[in-house]
């Protein structure tokens, strides 16, 4: 008995064995010799919907640790009897006229230069294997990458250097062989039933592989959120920026605070009342080009365990019917020195109460 290498392509997958072909193995493989059969067509019995044509012999894998799965339409290399009747499929072959190959090479290269590679693969550095047209494996000779490419263009690319390039057309992540990691997508959601944590000299969220800043963030707990720094902490905002809290706020500063307010400031209190209290040192209200207005419905207190002074070309009273002062205090208005004259002033509605004490007038001063 003769054997001959014969090029075939499959006509019809495995099946498991029925009572109509009890004999078929779950290893069988209909396929059609090339040229032989090539004049063979499809004779419509009642079976050829499940398992091809009946006319056409079924050949298991020759190699026992091969178990490729081959679909209709795939090209295989076949050992057989001269009469066909005993056979085996060696494995997948490369179709005549190779017109696959260009195609599969495109696709390497667009992937090699998305994972930055300097250089990409020639034809002729370039080992191919098509695996039961579900996925190529293939490797380049001169470098040692390697990698696969799925049917769905699933691409996995494994440089000689250890980096590690994968993509699906518009996701991609990329690991050098430093450690790096890159990802790139449109969008991630995670959901973890424990904790995360991430750890590093630098964290960044901001610019993407095109330069772009995140357009918005949002951070949604229903516990709490705990940032610490033990260097300096920075928060720029490009636009307006706004905080809200539904409970108590506590800012602790063990150093100085300073802030620049460029065009005007504004704080309401809707109740409770406002307590700024100064441990040591000077309590300073400065304003260069505008007034300063102390507005209030009840009673306002000035209250100093030293003396109070206001140092003013003119003190205007308006708008209220005394002025009363305990008998135990007194006024002395400095006219900063000699016997240089400072008019007093009684606006129209201004009366000196009656319990006033007297207007001490000290030596040089009127």
């Given at each position: 008995m003769d054997y001959m290498l014969k090029l075939g392509v499959v006509v019809d997958s495995r099946h498991l064995p029925d009572d109509n072909h009890p004999l078929w193995g779950p290893n069988y493989f209909q396929v059609k010799v090339l040229p032989d059969m090539n004049d063979i067509g499809i004779d419509p019995g009642t079976d050829l919907d499940k398992y091809g044509d009946l006319n056409l012999p079924r050949y298991p894998n020759f190699f026992r640790n091969n178990d490729i799965c081959y679909q209709p339409g795939?090209?295989?290399?076949?050992?057989?009897?001269?009469?066909?009747?005993?056979?085996?499929?060696?494995?997948?072959?490369?179709?005549?006229?190779?017109?696959?190959?260009?195609?599969?090479?495109?696709?390497?290269?667009?992937?090699?230069?998305?994972?930055?590679?300097?250089?990409?693969?020639?034809?002729?550095?370039?080992?191919?294997?098509?695996?039961?047209?579900?996925?190529?494996?293939?490797?380049?000779?001169?470098?040692?990458?390697?990698?696969?490419?799925?049917?769905?263009?699933?691409?996995?690319?494994?440089?000689?250097?250890?980096?590690?390039?994968?993509?699906?057309?518009?996701?991609?992540?990329?690991?050098?062989?430093?450690?790096?990691?890159?990802v790139n997508g449109k969008t991630e959601t995670k959901h973890l039933d424990g904790d995360m944590l991430i750890t590093g000299n630098a964290v960044q969220f901001g610019l993407g592989s095109e330069g772009n800043r995140i357009s918005s963030m949002l951070i949604d707990t229903t516990n709490q959120i705990d940032l610490q720094a033990g260097g300096s902490f920075e928060i720029t905002a490009g636009g307006n920026s706004s905080m809200r809290t539904l409970g108590d706020a506590d800012t602790f500063i063990t150093k100085t605070l300073k802030e620049t307010i460029g065009l005007g400031a504004k704080r309401n209190v809707s109740a409770g009342g406002d307590k700024e209290t100064v441990g040591l040192g000077d309590y300073t209200i400065s304003v260069l080009g505008g007034s300063i207005t102390l507005a209030c419905s009840a009673p306002l207190t000035l209250a100093s365990v030293s003396s109070i002074s206001m140092v003013t070309p003119i003190l205007n009273l308006s708008q209220c019917d005394s002025i009363q002062l305990p008998a135990t205090l007194g006024v002395g208005f400095e006219s900063g020195a000699g016997s240089v004259s400072v008019p007093i002033q009684v606006m129209p509605g201004i009366g000196l109460g009656t319990t006033m004490a007297p207007i001490i007038l000290a030596e040089g001063i009127i």
């Open positions: 795939d090209p295989v290399w076949l050992v057989c009897d001269d009469d066909y009747h005993v056979g085996f499929i060696l494995g997948p072959a490369q179709p005549p006229a190779g017109d696959d190959l260009k195609y599969f090479i495109q696709i390497i290269n667009k992937a090699e230069t998305g994972a930055g590679y300097a250089e990409i693969s020639a034809i002729n550095e370039l080992t191919i294997q098509k695996l039961s047209n579900t996925y190529i494996s293939f490797n380049n000779v001169a470098t040692g990458m390697s990698g696969q490419i799925y049917n769905t263009f699933i691409v996995y690319i494994y440089g000689s250097d250890g980096s590690i390039y994968s993509t699906n057309g518009t996701y991609s992540m990329t690991i050098t062989a430093d450690g790096n990691i890159t």
